[in-house]
């Protein structure tokens, strides 16, 4: 059960697009299709942007957009807006009902 | 709307023990698996334990297995954690969440939190 791995931080410019990547293993993130990513901000509890590795849920912007190759998932937001500014973490299923988180990203809109 | 309410958290010594609540309303509890996620200060999420709708079966991360119980009572639409032997490293933000309504094995929403400090 070792963490995914995140890039510790990114950053963009308003407008621009940034991508997050998350890397694990055949075990989870590679073997499944049940990845997701949450947003973070201070003080918040998580809330989900994406599932299934690439379907957003109602309510969240089409600037956010997720994919899946291997056993590295990424998360892509375009046209950067200040709100944007937070931590993301991605999640993976790894069988026999466990999930596993990655260390997180901490964006920056600069 | 779906609510996820955590309480229970506090200072409690090494070694000790306490136990986490999380009320939930606004969908039919028994219907729902649920988890528990925790957060230690200043780090990233780790998936804690999950139990099934009816309490059937439980899961749990190898940093907590045989330390902490998940359970719930369905009557009372109520998550535990009771947390045992508890250590520094224990000391984060615990979140109680759904099993989510959409995808599978998909963790969404999620309650506040209650903060655990593991401390002498």
């Known amino acids: 059960q070792s963490a995914l791995t995140q890039p510790r931080s990114v950053s963009g410019s308003p407008g621009q697009s940034v991508t997050i990547s998350c890397t694990g293993t055949?075990?989870?993130?590679?073997?499944?299709?049940?990845v997701s990513w949450y947003q973070q901000h201070p003080g918040k509890a998580p809330k989900l942007m994406i599932y299934?590795?690439?379907k957003r849920p109602s309510g969240v912007p089409d600037r956010f957009s997720g994919s899946k190759s291997g056993n590295t998932a990424s998360l892509t937001i375009s046209g950067l807006q200040a709100e944007d500014e937070a931590d993301y973490y991605c999640?993976?299923?790894?069988?026999?009902?466990?999930?596993?988180f990655g260390g997180g990203t901490k964006l920056t809109v600069l | 709307q779906v609510q996820l309410v955590e309480s229970g958290g506090g200072v409690v010594q090494p070694g000790g023990s306490l136990r986490l609540s999380c009320a939930a309303s606004?969908?039919?509890?028994?219907?729902?698996?649920m988890h528990w996620v925790r957060q230690a200060p200043g780090k990233g999420l780790e998936w804690v334990a999950f139990?099934?709708?009816?309490?059937?079966?439980?899961y749990y991360a190898d940093s907590v297995k045989g330390r902490f119980t998940i359970s719930r009572d369905n009557s009372k639409n109520t998550l535990y954690l009771q947390m045992n032997s508890l250590r520094a490293e224990d000391t984060a933000v615990y979140y109680c969440?759904?099993?989510?309504?959409?995808?599978?094995?998909?963790?969404?929403?999620w309650g506040q939190g209650t903060l655990v400090t593991v401390s002498s």
């Open positions: 969440a759904k099993d989510a309504n959409y995808g599978d094995y998909l963790i969404d929403p």
């Open positions: 606004g969908f039919t509890f028994s219907s729902y698996g």
């Open positions: 139990i099934r709708y009816d309490g059937s079966n439980k």
């Open positions: 055949s075990s989870d993130v590679g073997g499944y299709n049940y």
């Open positions: 299934d590795v690439s």
């Open positions: 999640c993976s299923y790894a069988g026999s009902y466990s999930w596993v």
